[in-house]
């Protein structure tokens, strides 16, 4: 400890009570000369300041949310490897930032001066006349800076609206590993990104399968969670298959990209079920197990004949829309290896026998692993139906690029008022998830209503 000197605050511009918004070593640590102590933050830049040489920290005279000002003591630094200051000059003495030389041409310091702080755009002054203020402002640090490189960086950064708020050493870690820092959520004070930020994105950008992802302007979310649970109890990691990856990369984009509304409905499909009854021993002589599914697809498909931008996408431009001629249902099939949404191709030229039997086909193929990509592409409308396992209503996620899907829960007798007394009816759920860019919400309960009538009567199927 008798070796230990006091690191003074080095001149830091015009700036009198600066935050600490971040301390970046702990007594014990060695620094090399121009390692970064400290993270300062005024209302126009973020400076690290830097080691005046190489040392091990003893200790640390600056924590998060002090507020201080040239002179003030950082830390008590033992100088290693006879790299010692031949003095520490007193702030007074000390040459402005904007008298120096960079640092990066090193020989250009003399060794008694502590290295002058490096100074990066703050993104709290966003735009071009922030940009201009700070300049004028930080002009000599930002001479002085000791990561010349950095200047660029700070500058497109202050420039850029929304771009992550970081100190320089950040936004050095960010372009070395390829990390755009507009995309990444800041957990630091005043809404900085800190290294732990940069490696938490990585991370689980990794973890993603690294996909690569494309930025959707304004959306910030805070960084996943790495919580080590062992910590409470036991636990077992069980990695997700390719199925579940692929699926839960799709559901995520429709979720953030899609602007969803659910349309709950009921239709009354007595009758439905009554003549689904008495075809059943018909289907099974045909070979097929004729279930309340291929009902629902043709009416589905009658109602987007009748309703047409419910069978459409919007184009890649979002500016257009995509209005098919076909009708493709896709079907979510839950397996234990996750779900797929394989397609009943031309849906309306395609008799209930017919379905039925693809239906099988499909969803025995899906539990068993051996569907083909064709069979999985060219959806033009999702039916997701959780009827034969229960549940009331629910909201499901549209199937991107469609703009609509219909979600069945499980039917049940209910009482319903008729010319003047209760009767039991059977009543099937409806939950209609759109993408309410392309339909409205009077259009979805129409279409949802008009759904409803054709289940009720199936004689308007004809018509
Ligand atoms: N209410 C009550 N019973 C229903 C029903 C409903 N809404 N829908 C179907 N049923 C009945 C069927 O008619 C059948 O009864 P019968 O034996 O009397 O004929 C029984 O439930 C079992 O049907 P099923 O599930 O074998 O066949 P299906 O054609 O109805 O459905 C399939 C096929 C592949 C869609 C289904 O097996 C399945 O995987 N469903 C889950 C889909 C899913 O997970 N969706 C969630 C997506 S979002 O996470």
């Keep these: 400890m008798a070796d230990s000197k006091e ?14 918004v971040e301390v970046l070593v702990k007594p014990g640590d060695t620094v090399a000369k121009e390692d970064s102590l400290i993270v300062l933050e005024s209302d126009k830049a973020s400076m690290e300041v830097p080691a005046p040489y190489a040392a091990v920290v003893r200790e640390m005279r600056m924590s998060v949310g002090d507020q201080v000002s040239q002179g003030d003591v950082v830390a008590l630094l033992e100088a290693v490897d006879g790299d010692a200051p031949q003095a520490e000059a007193p702030p007074s003495e000390t040459p402005t930032a904007g008298a120096s030389p960079a640092p990066e041409s090193g ?52 420039g850029r609206a929304g771009a992550g708020h ?13 990390v755009d820092l507009t995309l990444v959520p800041p957990s630091g004070r005043k809404g900085r990104i800190t290294k732990d930020d940069v490696q938490g994105y990585v991370k689980a950008s990794m973890a993603q399968g690294g996909a690569p992802g494309v930025p959707i302007a304004g959306v910030k979310v805070a960084a996943p969670v790495d919580v080590d649970f062992t910590k409470w109890g036991e636990t077992e990691l069980q990695p997700l298959n390719k199925i579940r990856r692929v699926a ?14 659910t349309q709950f409905d009921e239709a009354d499909i007595t009758e439905l079920e009554s003549f689904r009854k008495s075809q059943k021993p018909a289907a099974e002589k045909a070979g097929v197990k004729l279930t309340f599914l291929p009902f629902l697809i043709q009416a589905v498909t009658k109602a987007l004949k009748e309703f047409p ?3 459409s996408s919007l184009d890649a431009t979002g500016e257009s829309l995509v209005v098919k001629g076909y009708y493709h249902i896709g079907v979510a099939v839950d397996t234990e290896h996750g779900l797929v949404v394989p397609t009943v191709k031309n849906a309306d030229q395609k008799g209930l026998f017919e379905i039925a039997g693809e239906l099988m086909d499909l969803s025995e193929r899906a539990r068993i692993r051996r569907l083909r990509p ?35 829960s499980r039917m049940e007798w209910k009482p319903v008022h008729h010319d003047g007394e209760f009767v039991p009816r059977l009543i099937l759920p409806l939950s209609l998830s759109y993408d309410h860019r392309v339909i409205d919400g009077a259009d979805a309960v129409r279409f949802t209503g008009r759904l409803a009538e054709l289940l009720s009567d199936l004689r308007l199927m004809l018509v």
């Design 7 to 20: 690191f003074l605050l080095p001149d830091i511009g015009d700036f009198e009570g600066v935050d600490v």
């Design 309 to 311: 931008h419910f069978n």
């Design 374 to 408: 064709e069979d999985l592409s060219g959806g033009s409308f999702s039916i997701s139906s959780l009827g034969g396992i229960g549940g009331t209503f629910f909201t499901p996620i549209v199937n991107h690029p469609e703009v609509a899907i219909l979600g069945v």
């Design 248 to 261: 839960s990369a799709n559901l995520h984009r429709s979720w953030v990209t899609v602007p969803h509304v």
């Design 107 to 158: 020989a250009a310091l003399s060794e008694a001066t502590p290295a002058a702080p490096s100074v990066e755009a703050s993104t709290q002054a966003v735009g071009v006349g922030a940009e201009a203020k700070l300049a004028s402002d930080s002009a000599p640090a930002k001479a002085g800076a000791g990561h010349a490189s950095d200047s660029a960086p700070a500058k497109a950064g202050a």
């Design 166 to 178: 970081a100190s320089p050493s950040v936004r050095r870690l960010a372009r070395e590993l390829g």
